[in-house]
């Protein structure tokens, strides 16, 4: 660890790498920011770390309200990925019951969809302890299926099962 932190200024200066991390964060401050990095030194890969945190305009009814901001927020990614011509990774947290809506906004403007499901979550004795199954539910470039990885959780990582 003392080699990796070392090295942190010196390779992040040389990484095409940037790191956007504004408290508030709105669709737009996004936008721009994607817009600049991808003039600047070009954008391959653009990832939105927790969706329902990009910060929309306020409304009077905010429930009714909130399953639409999500929607455009969702949607503005999408248009952004094509505008800029890069990958858009967002990274949500999806509920099929509370929030069934937002949910299936978030899918229906997915090209691919992965959800990372932990079988002994809710069980410590379970025989499936470490293992996380990555279920790909959408692919609109190949097929879905389900990978079994195991999980380094104190690195915060997912390993081949097969290396581990």
């Known amino acids: 660890m003392e080699k990796i ?23 737009g401050d996004i936008a721009s920011a994607a817009r600049a990095c991808a003039r600047a030194e070009g954008l391959g890969l653009l990832v939105v770390d927790y969706l329902q945190l990009v910060e929309t305009e306020q409304s009077r009814n905010i429930t009714r309200e909130h399953h639409r901001r999500r929607r455009r927020v969702s949607r503005g990614l999408k ?7 890069c990958h858009v990774i967002a990274l949500s947290q999806l509920n099929d019951d509370g929030m069934v809506r937002e949910s299936r906004a978030i899918k229906s403007d997915a090209s691919v969809l992965i959800k990372v ?16 199954d990555l279920v790909i539910e959408k692919n609109r470039f190949g097929p879905t299926a389900c990978v079994t ?3 380094q959780l104190h690195y915060s990582r997912f390993v081949d099962m097969a290396h581990t």
């Open 5 to 27: 932190h070392s090295l942190g200024p010196e390779l992040f200066q040389k990484l095409p790498l940037r790191v956007y991390r504004p408290d508030g964060a709105s669709l």
């Open 79 to 85: 248009n952004l990925s094509v505008q800029l011509g």
């Open 117 to 132: 499901e932990r079988p002994d979550a809710d069980d410590k004795e379970s025989p499936r302890a470490g293992e996380v």
């Open 149 to 151: 990885v195991a999980s």
